[in-house]
């Protein structure tokens, strides 16, 4: 398989283009993507790729070449956030109180460039590709979904894209290892005895015992966690209290955490109990606590970096950064527990950061997407892993 990549990609740049624009028009929240995925299957029967669903809001797309041979599939995400768009452009949310803040629209599209190249070169496929365009990705279920229909059982190796405004348009960042942070639960919920403010003698203060509980998690990280080991607990919730005089009986806590390892995923987890069990008996007040898994790490398979490398080298004008580790989370990871995966970030020009309501990536960067997409299906078949 010989393909021109960046050429190619440019050639249906209004193609992509006008896909994104549709999508970034009618954004749906997580697993709710029944238009969008409507729209995919569409658009699969005009390129006349055959695709297996899952449910109403996940589609896996099949190209299957000339010969037998691996199988790799090519995954897109396709949900938006629950955020009031705030960027003025002509093709805007006309959805209230949604939007495509975290670059959904692009991957979707990038993705049926991708499906059409590939399409087009299927004769010199040796193995079968497959398109995953997957919903729920902003609540970290949708991989698992996915595989829970058993659409993806067969699946050699899994190739992943992020667009990012860290990085100028025609950049592309790759590491092998940990890339992306798993994430926890975090809610904490005190109950104490409510009464005058005047008498706090004659209550158990809900917010006195939460405060120390915020405080405490924090030590945890300062004081007890290998300082050369990323995690995080943020705490950003807290809802306690009806009016300034009365004592509040009930406090909700709620955040994240996140790490980067599983065996600091233990120690958070067995610090969390334990600081808000004994930090609440101090106080006098009830708790319940919930801190369990959420979402995976993701690590790049250390084998497919040089096919992810080779790949993007190959991307006619393309620059190639070391990918930073990232404390946001992502569902990706589920894939690379059932076969070998590698998750690649793609620059859409520095500008207002993801899950902002002003965020509007470069639509320049659109053949980029595309042309990583396909280049790394070539090199891994020219490869013959």
């Known amino acids: 398989m010989s393909i021109s990549h960046l050429e190619e990609a440019k050639k249906i740049h209004e193609y992509i283009t006008e896909l994104r624009r549709y999508f970034h028009q009618y954004p749906e929240s997580s697993t709710k993507e029944f238009e ?30 000339s010969c037998p041979g691996p199988t790799i599939a090519l995954r897109a995400d396709i949900d938006g956030l629950e955020i009031t768009e705030n960027t003025g452009l002509s093709y805007s949310s006309k959805i209230s109180g949604l939007m495509h803040a975290c670059g959904h629209d692009l991957h979707t599209a990038a993705l049926f460039g991708a499906a059409r190249i590939l399409k087009d070169h299927e ?26 229909h058993n659409l993806l059982s067969d699946v050699d190796v899994f190739f992943g894209i992020h667009n990012t405004p860290d990085l100028e348009t025609g950049y592309i960042s790759l590491s092998s290892g940990c890339v992306s942070a798993g994430a926890n639960s975090l809610k904490i919920s005190l109950t ?43 705490v950003c919730e807290f809802h306690a209290g009806t009016r300034g005089n009365i004592i509040a009986a009930h406090a909700d806590i709620g955040g994240t955490v996140r790490v980067t390892d599983d065996a600091t995923r233990a120690q958070v987890r067995e610090a969390v109990h334990r600081i808000v069990e004994y930090t609440a008996k101090a106080h006098r ?26 790949g993007a080298a ?27 995966a590698f998750y690649a970030r793609v620059g859409v020009g520095k500008g207002s950061p993801l899950h902002s309501d002003t965020y509007n ?18 090199t891994y078949y020219k490869k013959g892993l």
Not at 124 to 145: D, H, M, S, W, Y
Not at 203 to 222: C, M, P, R
Not at 363 to 378: G, H, I, K, R, V
């Open 123 to 148: 004769n010199e496929i040796k193995g079968t590709v497959k398109l995953i365009f997957q919903p729920a990705e902003e609540i970290g279920r949708g991989a698992r979904f996915l595989i829970e």
């Open 285 to 310: 007040v009830e708790a319940t606590v919930d801190c369990e898994y959420d979402t995976p790490i993701v690590y790049n398979d250390e084998n497919l970096y040089q096919v992810a490398f080779e």
């Open 314 to 340: 190959k991307i006619e004008g393309a620059k190639i950064v070391p990918e930073p580790l990232s404390m946001g989370t992502e569902d990706f990871g589920d894939y690379g527990k059932i076969a070998p």
């Open 36 to 65: 969008t995925t409507e729209k995919i299957r569409e658009e699969l029967k005009k390129l006349d790729i055959p695709f297996e669903k899952a449910g109403d809001i996940g589609t896996v797309g099949l190209i299957k070449g």
């Open 192 to 234: 104490g005895k409510s009464g005058h403010a005047a008498h706090p003698d004659q209550t158990i203060d809900t917010i006195a015992a939460g405060v120390a509980i915020v405080e405490g998690l924090q030590h945890f990280v300062s004081r007890e966690l290998n300082p050369t080991t990323p995690a995080v607990i943020s």
């Open 361 to 378: 990536p470069d639509e320049n960067a659109l053949p980029y997407l595309t042309a990583l997409y396909t280049s790394f299906a070539e």
